[in-house]
């Protein structure tokens, strides 16, 4: 097999299809290697779900900038709204203080900070549309074993190659492309890891997510689409991880409940426990002759705020359209003044991010007794000092910043 294309994207997880998509719909010709055989087609349909079990395990929360993104690449049509979940206020509180803050999107006058959805779903509305794309090929179950960087650009594969201008490394925290290139992701282990699971709460959720921080890390809460199931992520160290994972159910729940103070009532119904270990790492370059990183293959960061997808949504975005502008100018879509221009866009604001989720790891983190009344103090006039936080929500719900032109609702509409 021997395919020439514009653009090469390896890895067809949620920031690769996205970024073929929004290349394919402006007329680029893209080809997808995604190395899992049997892409995730399986699980959820437009249905009605009502138990905890029926919801994916992975769950991201969306934000409005990342939905638009989702928009202008034509899936929001394709993502059912039954399994959508508003995102409409959320509360973060201290265990180590009297610290709370509460975000409302009512606040800035937004329906929603966001939204939560499924990776199943995402990733269902994301083929759907890959797929009425005539300019975009999906190769599934082809893994990259090589990468010759001439011009074009070769993309071995075990029984082929793929022949292109520009190639998109979006294969994920273990990228094989790095590994090729000798790209090198410094970083830190945080000594945590992220348990997830899907569970039932007594009272509904109303829409709202819960985050409590604790010494071991954040525990958060967030709404599914029926209101009285939650999709939980929590942080703590790696023993704990297991712990949680391996308790019986009864036991897990009532951990569970006292660790968020019960702020929804009984826990119930709870699914398997999964965890991952949890870093904090990034390329130090996102561009190398004719290579852009995108997504977790660029940088990996704590999920205490649910940036992670959000960050590489914004990734895809913002070179897709500088590539757009490149090819408008006639200029080759791969030249590395190109690629730079995305790089600057994209690596500060990353980099901002996963220092920001640094520094509140470690502020939380930290329980001596006058930094906890430090830390409450300034959770509570923060919470009622209203322009300081509408600007924040604003920000981190990607209302306002330098966002690129896809993230950007056009003028006029709702
Ligand atoms: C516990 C937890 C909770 C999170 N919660 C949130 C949240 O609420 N909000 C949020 O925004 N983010 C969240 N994140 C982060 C989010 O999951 C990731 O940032 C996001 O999924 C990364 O997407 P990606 O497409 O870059 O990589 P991936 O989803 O890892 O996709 C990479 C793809 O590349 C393929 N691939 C790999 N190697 C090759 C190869 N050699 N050849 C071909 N294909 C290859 C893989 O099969 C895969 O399909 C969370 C993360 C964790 C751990």
């Known amino acids: 097999m021997m395919i020439e294309t514009d653009i090469a994207v390896v890895g ?48 991201f929360a969306l934000t ?17 709204s039954s399994r959508l979940s508003p995102l409409e206020a959320m509360t973060v509180w201290d ?30 509305a994301l ?25 074009p650009l070769r993309v071995l594969l075990d029984d082929g190659e793929v022949c292109a201008r520009l ?20 970083g830190a282990d945080y000594a945590q890891h992220a348990v997830v699971a899907n569970l039932r709460t007594a009272q509904p959720h109303q829409q709202r997510a819960w985050q409590r921080f604790l010494a071991t890390g954040p525990v958060a809460l967030l709404p599914l689409p029926a209101a009285d199931c939650c999709a939980m992520v929590w942080s703590t160290t790696p023993q704990a991880a297991k712990d949680l994972i391996a308790m019986p159910d009864a036991q897990f729940c009532q951990t569970l409940g006292e660790a968020t103070e019960f702020c929804l009532g ?8 999964l965890g991952f270990p949890l870093l904090r790492a990034n390329v130090q370059h996102y561009v190398q002759r004719g290579v852009a990183f995108v997504g977790d293959a660029a940088h990996i960061v704590h999920p205490l705020a649910g940036q992670g997808l959000n960050l ?22 791969g030249a590395r003044g190109v690629l ?28 001596r007794r006058w930094l906890g009344w430090l830390r409450g103090a300034g959770m509570m006039a923060f919470d009622g000092a209203g322009p300081l936080k509408r600007a924040l929500i604003a920000r981190t719900s990607g209302m306002e910043g330098d966002l690129p032109r896809f993230a950007r609702r056009p003028r006029g509409t709702a």
């Open 266 to 273: 009984e826990i119930s119904e709870p699914t398997v426990r």
């Open 167 to 186: 190639v998109i490394a979006a294969d994920g925290r273990n990228s094989r492309i790095r590994e090729l290139l000798d790209v090198e992701m410094p």
């Open 12 to 59: 067809g997880g949620a920031v690769g299809m996205l970024s073929a998509i929004l290349a394919a719909q402006a007329g680029l010709r893209v080809v997808v290697i995604e190395k899992q055989p049997v892409v995730a087609a399986a699980g959820p349909a437009a249905t009605v779900a009502t138990m905890p079990a029926e919801f994916d395990l992975r769950s």
């Open 340 to 367: 730079r221009r995305y790089e600057r866009k994209r690596k500060g604001e990353n980099l901002l991010t996963s220092w920001t989720m640094d520094g509140f790891k470690h502020l939380f983190g930290n329980h």
């Open 95 to 124: 265990a180590g203080s009297r610290g709370c803050i509460h975000f409302d999107a009512m606040d800035i006058g937004a329906p929603a900070l966001g939204v939560v959805l499924e990776n199943a779903t995402l990733m269902q």
């Open 127 to 151: 083929q759907a549309r890959a797929r009425t794309l005539p300019a975009l090929t999906w190769l599934a179950g082809h893994a990259v074993t090589g990468l010759i960087q001439d011009r």
């Open 312 to 333: 590489g949504i914004m990734d895809a975005a913002c070179l897709i359209e500088t590539v757009l502008d490149a090819r408008t100018d006639g200029r080759d879509i």
């Open 64 to 80: 409005a900038a990342a939905m638009e993104v989702l928009s202008q690449a034509g899936c929001l049509a394709l993502l059912p």
